[in-house]
T-cell receptor, first 111, second 113 residues
Framework: GESVGLHLPTLSVQEGDNSIINCAYS??????FIWYKQESGKGPQFIID?????DKRQGQRVTVLLNKTVKHLSLQIAATQPGDSAVYFC??????????FGTGTSLTVIP | EPEVTQTPSHQVTQMGQEVILRCVPI?????FYWYRQILGQKVEFLVS????????KSEIFDDQFSVERPDGSNFTLKIRSTKLEDSAMYFC???????????FGPGTRLTVL
């Protein structure tokens, strides 16, 4: 089966600092990757995505980097705010239209 | 902004009972999904649905599970005979096209006693 994992289960950062959340995936054939944010009691919320033909994509305060050589995905959040505190998941699209999620990293922003 | 809705927010049932979880995807979306998340674990794909049929399903989605789009708005997940290990959050999601963003609903917490 597919395997998507995260390097760190928890991350604490000071407000205003940049955050980097990492993700490893196992299927070199995966063609599409997504980062989701999940706040307590809510469903996953789309943050940013990237296709396998790209290595970097930027959004508002967020950047996703894809390194296909080592099958690694990262999410960078600039100027982290208290509202960014949540669990962050990466997901990859494997065969067909199945998505595989990582276990999540809990980000805590310290005011 | 359009959103995916799910009902009920919390469902408690006895083991062996049938449950139906309901979802209303975003109206112009064509692809629909069910995921589950056991407490403290990762989100797991169950099934995707397009053009009134299942397009993908995972190993979790066995004969006890079924999905249906009974009308133009609802998308349901039925578990025929619930087991204790079916206790989880169940999320519905939808997107307009295969490569478009999936929007998730708030989830239904299923508790099997």
């Amino acid at each position: 089966g597919e395997s998507v994992g995260l390097h760190l289960p928890t991350l604490s950062v000071q407000e205003g600092d940049n955050s980097i959340i990492n993700c490893a995936y196992s299927n070199s054939a995966s063609d599409y990757f997504i980062w989701y944010k999940q706040e307590s009691g809510k469903g996953p919320q789309f943050i940013i995505d990237i296709r396998s033909n790209m290595d970097k994509r930027q959004g508002q305060r967020v950047t996703v980097l894809l390194n296909k050589t080592v099958k690694h995905l990262s999410l960078q959040i600039a100027a982290t705010q208290p509202g960014d505190s949540a669990v962050y998941f990466c997901a990859e699209r494997g065969s067909g239209n199945q998505f595989y999620f990582g276990t999540g990293t809990s980000l805590t922003v310290i005011p | 902004e359009p959103e995916v809705t799910q009902t009920p927010s919390h469902q408690v049932t006895q083991m062996g009972q049938e449950v139906i979880l309901r979802c209303v995807p975003i109206s112009n979306h064509l692809y629909f999904y069910w995921y589950r998340q056991i407490l403290g674990q990762k989100v797991e794909f169950l099934v995707s649905f397009y053009n009134n049929e299942i397009s993908e399903k995972s190993e979790i989605f066995d004969d006890q599970f079924s999905v249906e789009r009974p009308d133009g708005s609802n998308f349901t997940l039925k578990i025929r005979s619930t087991k204790l290990e079916d206790s989880a959050m169940y999320f519905c999601a939808s997107n307009q096209g295969l490569t478009d963003t999936q929007y998730f609903g708030p989830g239904t917490r299923l508790t099997v006693l």
